[in-house]
C-alpha cells in the first residue's frame, strides 16, 4: 500500500474556500477525494489521473477543482463557494494501476486511503 499524507482543511463560513493536499509516499496513477458526513454513507469528490482525466460529483462541479501534481505525487483539491453540506471528513485516495479509456470513478477502485481531514462548512 502507498502511504498517504492529507493536509489542508479546516473551518470557514459558507462561500468561502478551502484547500486540501495530499501526498502519496510514491507514484500513483489515480488519485481522489472522498467525503463522508455522520450518519451518511461515503462519497466520491473528484478524481484525476496522471494523464489529466478528471471526474467530478455533480454535486461538486464548478465548486471544486481537483488538480495533480505528478512530480510530487500530490493531489490538490481547492474548494470554492463551499457550502453547509459539504461538511463532512476528507479522504483522499490513490491506486498506482494505469487506467485505460474507461476511467471509473469508484471507492473500489483505490487501494490505498488517507486517515482522513476534517472539513466544517459553518451556515
Known amino acids: 500500500q502507498v502511504q498517504l499524507m492529507e493536509s489542508g482543511g479546516g473551518s470557514v463560513q459558507a462561500g468561502g474556500s478551502l484547500w486540501l493536499a495530499c501526498a502519496a509516499s510514491e507514484y500513483v496513477f489515480y488519485m481522489a477525494w472522498f467525503r463522508q458526513a455522520p450518519g451518511k454513507e461515503r462519497e466520491r469528490v473528484a478524481g484525476v489521473t496522471s494523464d489529466k482525466r478528471e471526474r467530478y460529483n455533480e454535486a461538486v462541479k464548478g465548486r471544486f477543482t481537483i488538480s495533480k501534481d505528478n512530480s510530487k505525487n500530490t493531489v490538490y483539491l481547492q474548494m470554492n463557494d463551499l457550502k453547509p453540506e459539504d461538511t463532512a471528513m476528507y479522504y483522499c485516495?490513490?491506486?498506482?494501476?494505469?487506467?485505460?479509456?474507461?476511467?471509473?470513478?469508484?471507492?473500489?477502485?483505490?487501494?490505498?486511503w488517507g486517515q482522513g481531514i476534517q472539513v466544517t462548512v459553518s451556515s
Open positions: 485516495a490513490a491506486d498506482r494501476r494505469f487506467r485505460g479509456p474507461v476511467l471509473e470513478f469508484d471507492a473500489t477502485e483505490f487501494d490505498s
